[in-house]
């Protein structure tokens, strides 16, 4: 299943770096805005990785595990 994923993240990446390149043959992104606005988007999508990238939405919160009598 982490090899599934590991694909699905790679093509997302490879995705998102041809909409852009296609996004950015536009004459409105060829301006300064837009090429403020793609820098400002880049720039947010890696800190969102950088942040929030260790966190996986898919676990449940671990349950409160009784102590083992053998240990204390």
């Known amino acids: ?10 093509l997302a990446v490879i995705g998102l ?6 996004l950015s043959e536009t004459l409105y992104l060829r ?4 090429v403020l606005l ?8 890696s800190l969102g990785f950088l ?3 260790h966190i996986r939405f898919d676990e ?3 349950e409160e595990r009784d ?3 053998l240990r204390s």
Do not use: R
């Open 1 to 10: 299943m982490n090899t599934l994923y590991s694909i699905l993240y790679m």
């Open 17 to 22: 770096l041809l909409a852009s390149v296609v």
């Open 31 to 34: 301006s300064p805005s837009g």
């Open 38 to 45: 793609l820098f400002g988007l880049g720039l947010f999508m």
């Open 51 to 53: 942040l929030f990238g």
């Open 60 to 62: 449940q919160p671990c």
């Open 67 to 69: 102590e083992n009598p």
